[in-house]
């Protein structure tokens, strides 16, 4: 398959898997976290799709295209590793959804950041809410919930915080 | 519509009229060229639809991950505008198919630049070779192709040119 072909597979199975989670949070209160901005293009659909939720983006260095930059006040700038601290300072454990999508070519390296990026998000995140990622997050806390049926198993991840009860 | 959405569908249409394009020029010698590389996954496509052919890439700085790279004696690197003079003494009217991927997110700039692209394009392509372009390119030899049925009039472009008989 070429890179250009899983790439079209990827971007469809990350619409489908936050379309599909946005409908399973929808009765839950609480803040959207988009983490890695990059062009822009999945922040659109999330605000499109969730056009009442509060989204926070956390970015490096993202410069999206102005028309769809989220709002200053939404923006945790910097290292995620330390934004996500910063974070739960504004947030506490409030967040229902996040969208995991930072990641390098190198697999080695996507793995360990989403390892040491797993236990913080934790903590903002609100008991039974989801986690939706591009890459393998296996943390104890959080259970594998089934992708929907468009979604080849491996090519998106989804998560349910089970939080203490 | 999200950016998203029509990002995925963008990419759907690029991959069905390459696909359609490398079909229709099956039985005719030359090489393809790949106008703007970026990260090279379409690059990475049309050496597996087309494995025979030589692909020359044109690029002024895209840096694809290494894995999927085009031989340094394929790449003309620098601007769009020159490079095209320089393939002509290369080349000569040999091209069959070219992809045109070269475009900013300002839509009048991407349409001026392939204003002046067409006619020095036109002079490497083979008479009824190919472009499949991501932007209208209404060039006077040229002939508009109809699109796959799979892709939405406006949304990729194919044009067949003319030459002379």
């Not at 950041?113 to 903590?123: D, G, I, K, T």
């Not at 919930?145 to 198993?153: C, E, F, Q, T």
Request: proline share 7%; glycine share 6%.
């Amino acid at each position: 398959m070429s890179k250009l072909e899983s790439f079209i597979r990827r971007m469809m199975a990350q619409r489908d898997c936050l379309n599909f989670a946005a409908q399973r949070i929808e009765a839950m209160p609480g803040p959207v976290l988009e983490l890695g901005l990059g062009n822009g293009r999945t922040y659109d659909h999330l605000r499109q799709i969730m056009p009442d939720r509060d989204i926070y983006v956390f970015d490096r260095n993202g410069r999206p295209f102005a028309s769809f930059a989220p709002p200053d006040n939404r923006i945790f700038r910097g290292e995620v590793l330390e934004t996500l601290i910063q974070a739960y300072d504004v947030l506490g454990k409030t967040a229902v959804l996040t969208h995991y999508d930072i990641g390098t070519t190198n697999t080695e390296k996507s793995s360990k950041l989403a390892e040491r990026v797993s236990p913080l998000l934790n903590r903002l995140m609100y008991p039974g809410s989801l986690v939706v990622s591009s890459v393998a997050m296996p943390f104890s806390h959080w259970s594998v919930v089934p992708l929907p049926a468009s979604v080849k198993p491996g090519r998106y991840f989804i998560y349910r915080v089970d939080g203490l009860r």
